[in-house]
Every structure is written in structure tokens, then in C-alpha cells.
């Protein structure tokens, strides 16, 4: 029996109110141990550089900041099932496969983002950066605010950027690409995702921009080899 809008709609209101309660109870966990937590993120930032308070409100602005974003980030994959789950009864076997297969590599290419952002981007950014101002001999400063509002939107964009592979099957499977136009259009593509990544890097050396280039480029192959097996349309 086909239901009217309203059902389906309700039923997707239903699960995205079981998402938004679960986003707001691990919110709350992420805000109680909030301290320990950025206690633990501080030790990607060098030894010499020296974190400050400048707003009266400033720590806790961040412990609100910081709890949001790690409580989205640990409900996403149950967030996206809930999605898959209401689309489900609406789509082929077939097409059930392919959104699977896209949902999983959406959740591997991010959070494989988040750790390389977190691991290797993030501290050797710093380490440039310390670097950039050992020649005056002056201690590097930054608020704490400014720091979290940097590793966080650095890690979620690298996140975000660790799904292009994705991105461009997708347009393959459009029909608006395909394997031999990413083949004659490298050039383009390198000199677009060059500038890109030297936005998001914040040092003024291309070492940073060089190593967040490098996994992308990767990536940039593999969705090539991916494109010609038609391995997630397969």
C-alpha cells in the first residue's frame, strides 16, 4: 500500500528526532569530560607555543564548540543509516548496493580524513609555524578559540576533501565524466586542488600544502582506477 507525503514525512521526522535526542545525549557526555578533552587535543601543538584565554567566555565557548562537532561526528554514521533506512523500501536491489557502497566509502574516506588531519596535518602545521618564527626568537602565541576553530574546520574540510574519489564517481555515474576526461584533465584538476589545499593550509611555505596535496592526489588516481572498473556502479 503506497503511503500519502505526509506519512513519509513523518516517518522522516521521526527518525531524524531519534537523531537530533542522540546527538544531544553524547552532546552532553562530550561536555562533561570537555576539559580532559581538550587537555588531550593540546598535545598535537608544539612544546613552545603557549595556548591563551582572551574572552572572559572563551573556554567555554569552546567546550560548547568543541562537544557539538565530536557529538555530530560520532552520531554521523547512525545519522546516515537512519537516512539509508527511510530511503530502503523506495529503492531496487540494485540500487540498494550502490547507496550501501557510497554510505560506507563516504564514512572510510572521512574519518581516514580525520586522522590524517589529526596525526600529521595539524602538528607539523605548527611545527612549520614555530618554525617560521624561531629566527626572532619570539614564543608563538594562540588562544585557545583560535586553535580549536582551526584544527576543527581544517579536520572536518580534509575530511570532506578525502571524499573526492567519491565525488567524482558520482559524476561519473551521471554520465558527466568520465576516466579519459580526469586522464586529459590533470593539470586542471592539480592546479584547482593546489589552490585549495594552500587556502586551508595557513603557513606561507608549501611544505603544508604539498602534504595535505599529496594523500588527495592519491585519491585523485584511485577514483580514476575505481572509474573504469565501475567498481561502486558495479
Not at 514525512?9 to 546527538?23: A, D, G, I, P, Q
Not at 546516515?80 to 540498494?96: C, D, H, N, R, V
Request: charged residues 15%; hydrophobic residues 60%; proline residues 5%.
Amino acid at each position: 500500500m503506497r503511503r500519502t507525503f505526509l506519512e513519509h514525512w513523518e516517518e522522516l521526522s521521526k527518525k531524524l528526532r531519534v537523531c537530533f535526542l542522540l546527538w544531544f545525549v553524547v552532546f552532553l557526555i562530550f561536555l562533561y569530560f570537555s576539559n580532559k578533552i581538550i587537555s588531550i587535543s593540546l598535545i598535537f601543538l608544539p612544546k613552545n607555543w603557549q595556548i591563551i584565554v582572551v574572552e572572559p567566555l572563551e573556554v567555554l565557548i569552546v567546550q560548547l564548540y568543541l562537544s557539538a562537532v565530536l557529538s555530530f561526528i560520532a552520531i554521523l554514521p547512525i545519522f546516515l543509516y537512519s537516512i539509508y533506512s527511510f530511503a530502503k523500501p523506495g529503492l531496487l536491489k540494485g540500487e540498494l548496493k550502490i547507496v550501501r557502497r557510497i554510505l560506507l566509502l563516504f564514512l572510510i574516506f572521512f574519518f581516514l580524513g580525520i586522522m590524517f588531519s589529526i596525526f600529521l596535518f595539524i602538528p607539523l602545521t605548527f611545527k612549520i609555524m614555530e618554525w617560521l618564527t624561531g629566527g626572532i626568537k619570539a614564543k608563538p602565541l594562540i588562544s585557545l578559540r583560535k586553535y580549536f576553530e582551526f584544527t576543527v574546520f581544517s579536520t572536518l574540510l580534509i575530511g570532506l576533501l578525502f571524499n573526492f574519489p567519491l565525488f567524482l564517481l558520482s559524476l561519473s555515474r551521471l554520465g558527466l565524466i568520465s576516466s579519459k576526461d580526469l586522464e586529459r584533465k590533470r593539470s586542471i584538476v592539480f592546479l584547482v586542488l593546489l589552490i585549495i589545499a594552500s587556502i586551508i593550509t595557513p603557513d606561507p611555505t608549501p611544505l603544508t600544502t604539498l602534504i595535505l596535496m599529496a594523500p588527495i592526489w592519491v585519491l585523485y588516481e584511485v577514483s580514476i582506477l575505481l572509474m573504469k572498473r565501475k567498481f561502486i556502479f558495479s
